[in-house]
């Protein structure tokens, strides 16, 4: 099989494609035809040393999307054949065309979507999902301000943050804003054009998938008790000393593995209530292009690599 691999931590050039033996699944795994990789920028973050603790080599990528092409003796909840999506929770790799997966790691892919659409949902939608409702608590009616609002978690997190009935307010650039108009965001701020603690009026909740002089802005706009989450790097001391001062709290969520939550937008994927956007698609080989459209900070949506 063709899959990619770093040997050294470093920029795109890093990046090997490389043949390798397809590996075999244990008793509890199913070995899967990748349909879809998503790129994420955990994925970049890694392969320069800043990321994830890996070992090298090292096949990048968490996100997949693809079919059952050999299931293992002690599998019941999936037949050859069957369309599976997930993220991967260990160091396997999704920039290949075969990955063995723990079928316990497996959710059955959206009826509605294509296999590079869902191979972009996976990471997007469950650190959208885990910085909305499990760090930052949000209830109906409440505010959030979320950063990068048309970029990949950012477009997810303004359509969960309608779902469950909170006023959304998102920062982007003035070509996003129709865009942002269509996910039903209620309040755009164009951040090339003002500076969003000017205009926002106080949030309940900022997610922040920014980070740096944006973090520390976000704190004007908090509500008192209010709560940021940030979503590029763990909080640092002076960041947390500053969030004590101002009477708010913050947090550095970890995106986990939770099929419940998964499934839970499956459904609203097949309900049509949530769309994934999809940048752009390369092809494995051409994997330096996608970590740098991924790296340019200017995707609107996922940007997919299709084995």
């Given amino acids: 099989m063709e899959a990619v691999r770093v040997h050294r931590f470093g920029g795109v050039e890093s990046l090997r494609v490389e043949s ?8 509890t795994e199913v070995l899967v035809r990748v349909r879809g990789a ?6 970049w973050m890694t392969r320069e040393g800043s990321g994830a603790d890996v070992s090298l080599p090292w096949i990048p990528g968490w996100d997949l999307s693809g079919t059952v092409d050999v299931v293992g003796s002690d599998v019941r909840a999936f037949d050859v054949g069957a369309e599976v999506f997930a ?3 260990d160091q396997r790799g999704t920039y290949a065309e075969y990955v063995a997966v723990p079928a316990a790691n497996l959710v ?3 009826e509605a979507t294509t296999h590079v ?3 972009g949902v996976p990471m997007v939608a469950l650190t959208a999902w885990q910085a909305l409702f499990d760090a930052g608590r949000l209830r109906p009616n409440q505010r959030v301000l979320i950063h990068a609002a048309a970029g990949g978690v950012g477009h997810v997190a303004v359509q969960l943050a309608n779902w469950v009935g909170a006023e959304t307010v998102g920062t982007a650039s003035g070509a996003n804003r129709a865009y942002l108009d269509t996910l039903g965001l209620d309040e755009f701020v164009n951040y090339r054009e003002q500076r969003f603690e000017e205009v926002v009026d106080p949030v309940d909740l900022v997610v922040d998938a920014v980070g740096g002089e944006t973090f520390v802005r976000s704190l004007d706009v ?5 709560h940021v989450v940030t979503l590029p790097r763990p909080l640092t001391d002076a960041e ?3 969030l004590t001062e101002r009477g708010v709290s913050g947090s550095y ?5 939770r099929p419940e939550q998964l499934r839970s937008v499956v459904g609203l994927l097949d309900d049509g209530r949530l769309d994934v956007r999809v940048d752009s698609v390369f092809p494995l080989d051409d994997v330096v292009s996608a970590h740098e459209r991924s790296e340019s900070g200017h995707a609107r949506g996922k940007v997919i690599l299709e084995p």
């Fill in 117 to 119: 659409e869902a191979a």
């Fill in 253 to 257: 969520p970890v995106v986990q593995w």
């Fill in 108 to 110: 059955p892919k959206p």
């Fill in 87 to 89: 993220m991967l929770a």
């Fill in 38 to 43: 998503g790129v994420n920028p955990y994925d």
């Fill in 20 to 27: 390798l033996s397809a590996p075999a699944p244990s008793a």
């Fill in 240 to 242: 947390s000393e500053l």
């Fill in 222 to 226: 908090l509500a008192p008790d209010g």
